[in-house]
């Protein structure tokens, strides 16, 4: 379980790590932000808790971009480290990634290796941003690419954060992924409350908050929402990790 988060609107990149902050109860082993400046994704992050790397890294956030995703880990897959913590970024350096769940992708790893793809820790989720990449390259469109790894892989939901601006959400299976639309600007969290506490905090008090469906594609452009309508995968891509429920209830 870890925690994903996006914001489309002003001060992005601090609104996105305030999410995290405000569900730390989906995971405290790591926190990053990824955002767009100048037309570059630039990736912040540490192994560390959330709190600790606000307190190190909040005021190197640039408060001018408009857009940004974020993340909070709780390991399941991976060591503790710099090289397993989201966000992630493609080789292409074109889009940012983020995941919250598990996958069942161990035959990937080597044929993503093998066609150039550089992996530099050892989840799941970098392996789903690895073949994202792929699908990617092989439709030469995000919304067709993530329906492709909702179908063959997703267990669980991602946060996207293009070059051109764009960001997208999607959800296979059980777990949570909320957003709501506020004054023209878009919050996006694993948890409702994330959301609630943090517009209530920016003095914001009429809002809805939405959940994501099963198998749904949100994209949001230049502030505007749209939905990609439910697909159901070919299998259920949902597995037992006897190693995270250990981790989670018994703290091993």
């Known amino acids: 379980m870890c925690g994903i988060a996006a914001v489309y609107g002003e001060y992005a990149a601090v609104k996105s790590l305030l999410l995290t902050l405000n569900q730390l109860e989906r995971g405290k082993q790591g926190c990053g932000v990824a955002y767009l400046i100048n037309s570059k994704i630039k990736i912040l992050k540490e192994p560390i808790h959330p709190i600790l790397f606000s307190e190190i890294w909040v005021k190197e956030l640039n408060i001018n971009t408009n857009v940004a995703i974020a993340h909070n880990r709780l390991p399941s897959v991976g060591r ?7 966000p992630f970024l493609s080789c292409s350096k ?4 983020a995941h919250n769940g598990h996958a069942i992708n161990g035959n990937l790893r080597p044929l993503l290796k093998a066609k150039g793809h550089v992996i530099l820790g050892e989840t799941d989720s970098e392996i789903l941003m690895h073949t994202l990449e792929d699908y990617l390259k092989e439709h030469g469109d995000m919304t067709t690419a993530i329906q492709d790894l909702i179908l063959n892989y997703l267990n669980g939901t991602i946060a996207v954060l293009t070059k051109k601006g764009e960001l997208y959400f999607a ?14 600007e878009v919050y996006m969290a694993s948890s409702a409350n994330a959301i609630r506490s943090t517009l209530r905090s920016i003095g914001k008090t009429k ?8 198998g749904e594609v949100v994209i949001v452009k230049e502030g505007e929402v ?6 159901k995968p070919k299998t259920q891509n949902q ?12 703290n091993l």
Do not use: C, R, W
């Not at 074109?94 to 990634?97: D, L, Q």
């Not at 749209?226 to 697909?231: G, L, N, W, Y």
């Open 94 to 97: 074109t889009f940012a990634f």
């Open 239 to 250: 597995y037992f990790n006897i190693d995270y429920y250990l981790n989670y209830f018994f």
């Open 171 to 184: 959800k296979s299976g059980f777990q949570p992924l909320h957003y709501s639309m506020v004054d023209g």
């Open 226 to 231: 749209e939905h990609v309508p439910s697909i």
């Open 80 to 86: 503790v480290s710099y090289e397993n913590t989201h």
């Open 207 to 214: 809002f809805e908050i939405k959940e994501v469906k099963d």
